[in-house]
């Protein structure tokens, strides 16, 4: 099986920074895009950011110039840098990845446990 494990939430102060974690482990041959997902409560999960194992990233509008997503290949992890943060930014938030697992190459894609993140005003 295939596991993403997210690390580094929590509450932090409007124009504060954080950043997200997260490592994939398991039966894996290779992971196509990685990214980060959120949730506040009673919307919908939405977009954050993307990247591909080439390294091309994909922002939402709201995260544009605050947020950077950065991936290590060889450690199976991908990166939120969040910088600047509102109170808006709050929400759960969920790692992604699209995974080519070992045995059958069929790609999947898994999602994390998520991970809170809570910005004060």
């Known amino acids: 099986q295939v596991l993403l494990v997210e690390s580094g939430g929590g509450l932090v102060q409007a124009e504060g920074s954080l950043r997200l974690s997260c490592a994939a482990s398991g039966m894996i041959y290779s992971i196509n895009t990685m990214g980060w997902y959120r949730q506040a409560p009673g919307e919908q999960r939405e977009l954050v950011a993307t990247?591909?194992?080439?390294?091309?990233?994909n922002y939402a509008d709201s995260v544009k110039g605050r947020f950077t997503v950065s991936r290590d290949n060889a450690k199976r992890t991908v990166y939120l840098q969040m910088n600047s943060l509102k109170p808006e930014d709050t929400a759960v938030y969920y790692c992604?990845?699209?995974?080519?697992?070992?045995?059958?190459?069929?790609?999947?894609?898994?999602w994390g446990q998520g991970i809170q993140v809570t910005v004060s005003s």
């Open positions: 990247i591909t194992t080439g390294g091309r990233t």
């Open positions: 992604y990845g699209n995974v080519v697992e070992a045995l059958s190459f069929i790609a999947k894609d898994y």
